[in-house]
């Protein structure tokens, strides 16, 4: 049998190891909540990208909702589960976008430029957030480039009232909801015991 180390557990010093009692998943741990809070960012992503890139009628606040219900709360809970099993980054990531959704349905933009800055807010820490999805894996990444050219198209056409620029910003939105629908499925592949994983690309570092 292979020694305790090279399993992944620590050595017992001075003492004879002994394997823990076998215990029920349920029981030690939860489900990898990554693949909702993709989901949940895919979705109101892709809605609000739609309008943003004049797909819907200039009327339409179909993304509102989901704002709230599915881009906030549902990913706001996937990053508390996050920080639950230990994942600092997806804690981080989930959390902060999951209030991102949830400010943008309760708060009041009365500043012709708030929304700018709230996109530029959100693109500095995007930028540290892309640096470390560097060490998850290509599709992660994937979804936080997307994401970052994304917002800082978006808080530009903000500033200069440029509706080109937002609907450039649409387009790339919706890609990036593409990319972290894809990033989702490939979650729920990997944990569905169907055998068929997805490729998601190694870690950059």
């Known amino acids: 049998m292979a020694e305790p180390e090279a399993r992944g557990i620590p050595a017992q010093t ?3 190891y002994t394997a823990p009692a076998a215990v029920a998943p349920a029981a030690t ?24 890139a004049g797909l819907t009628d200039k009327s339409s606040t179909a993304w509102v909702g989901y704002a ?3 881009g906030g709360l549902a990913q706001l809970l996937a990053g508390m589960w996050e920080m639950r ?9 989930f959390s902060s976008y999951g209030a991102f959704w949830i400010g943008l349905f309760v708060g009041r933009l009365e500043g012709k430029h708030d929304l700018g800055w ?11 957030m892309l640096y470390c999805s560097m060490a998850v894996n290509m599709a992660v990444f ?13 808080f530009i056409a903000n500033f200069s009232d440029s509706s080109g ?13 593409l990319v972290a629908w894809y990033a989702s499925f490939a979650g729920v592949a990997a944990s ?10 190694r870690a950059m570092r």
Do not use: D, H
């Open 14 to 16: 001075g003492a004879a």
């Open 29 to 52: 741990g939860i489900a990898n909540p990554a693949p909702l809070g993709l989901a949940a960012f895919a979705l109101t992503t892709f809605l609000l990208s739609a309008s943003n």
């Open 68 to 70: 709230l219900a599915y």
């Open 85 to 93: 099993a230990g994942n600092t980054f997806g804690a981080t990531a």
């Open 118 to 128: 709230i996109l530029l807010a959100f693109a500095i820490f995007n930028l540290y």
């Open 142 to 154: 994937g979804v936080f480039l997307t994401l970052q050219l994304t917002e800082i198209v978006l």
């Open 165 to 177: 620029l937002t609907k450039v910003g649409g387009w790339i939105g919706i890609i990036t909801a």
């Open 192 to 201: 569905s015991g169907t055998g068929r994983a997805l490729p998601v690309g």
